[in-house]
């Protein structure tokens, strides 16, 4: 194979120590696909099953090394961004991504990790929302990050459809609107919206019992590993949905809490 056929894709978020999400689970992700996976440090976490206890972000020169580093000498057919976790750090990366200028950004808004951990300042979000999100090809939000995205709750079916447009209209240029935390007792469905005008697509799967860690790290690099290798958004959406549902149906609990983890392979 030469090197002109290798599928590349970059990560640039948090790394996490018990190997359950951030960067661990992207390069997992990129490698399921056969993508080969670049990685850029943007935070560092102290991580088990149980929670955060420590954060470190490198300073913002390293970083711009590290996300040069990878432009300089890589193809990188799309670009995941996760856990960026000030203002700083964002406007860095923004301030890259307009230099590189990547064919695909998928933009996952990290800003509470399941465990309840912060892993976003709160004054950090209006760089997030309005230098970042304009510029990525798809931004994953879950309801409670669309909730801090668009300054109002969202608690009902027909409220995540407004909450679509809603992000549409703040800047977003696609929409995968994760519907996990609206437990109506039915299925998990996820909202897809690429334009004002254009019909919402519903991707749908069964509600698995189980408290697990990593699903959105993971989807949002399914995502970009499939645009990188050449899918349309939907495609690329819905493949790496079922990819997560697959993952989390195999996965296992390798700490202490009851937490699943997820099987990439
Ligand atoms: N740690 C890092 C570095 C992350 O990027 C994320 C989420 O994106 C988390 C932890 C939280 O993962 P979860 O909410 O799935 O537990």
Request: proline letters at 4%; aromatic letters at 4%; one cysteine or more.
């Amino acid at each position: 194979m030469n090197s002109s056929q290798v599928v590349c894709a970059l990560t640039i978020a948090g790394s996490d120590s018990g190997g359950g999400a951030g960067i661990q689970a992207d390069l997992k992700t990129f490698a399921a696909y056969r993508v080969h996976g670049l990685s850029a440090i943007a935070a560092l976490t102290a991580q088990h099953t149980r929670g955060v206890t420590a954060v470190h972000l490198p300073d913002t020169g390293f970083l711009r090394a590290q996300i040069d580093a990878c432009f300089d000498d890589f193809r990188i057919g799309a670009v995941k961004l996760g856990m960026l976790a000030s203002a700083e750090v964002i406007l860095a990366v923004a301030d890259a991504l307009e230099v590189h200028r990547p064919a695909h950004v998928v933009l996952d808004p990290v800003m509470v990790a399941t465990s309840g951990a912060r892993l976003l300042e709160p004054a950090a979000l209006a760089a997030l929302r309005e230098r970042l999100m304009p510029m990525a090809t798809l931004v994953t939000p879950n309801l409670p990050e669309a909730e801090l995205l668009l300054g109002h709750a969202v608690t009902t079916a027909p409220a995540m459809r407004e909450a679509c447009h809603g992000l549409l209209a703040a800047g977003a240029r696609a929409v995968l609107l994760k519907g996990g935390h609206l437990d109506d007792g039915g299925d998990v469905i996820d909202l897809l919206a690429t334009s004002r005008n254009a019909p919402i697509e519903a991707i749908r799967h069964p509600r698995l019992a189980l408290e697990a860690h990593g699903t959105g790290c993971t989807l949002a690099s399914a995502i970009a590993a499939n645009l990188a290798l050449g899918a349309d958004l939907s495609t690329a959406c819905r493949v790496a949905s079922d990819y997560v549902h697959r993952a989390l149906l195999g996965g296992y609990r390798p700490g202490q809490a009851d937490v699943v983890v997820l099987d990439h392979f």
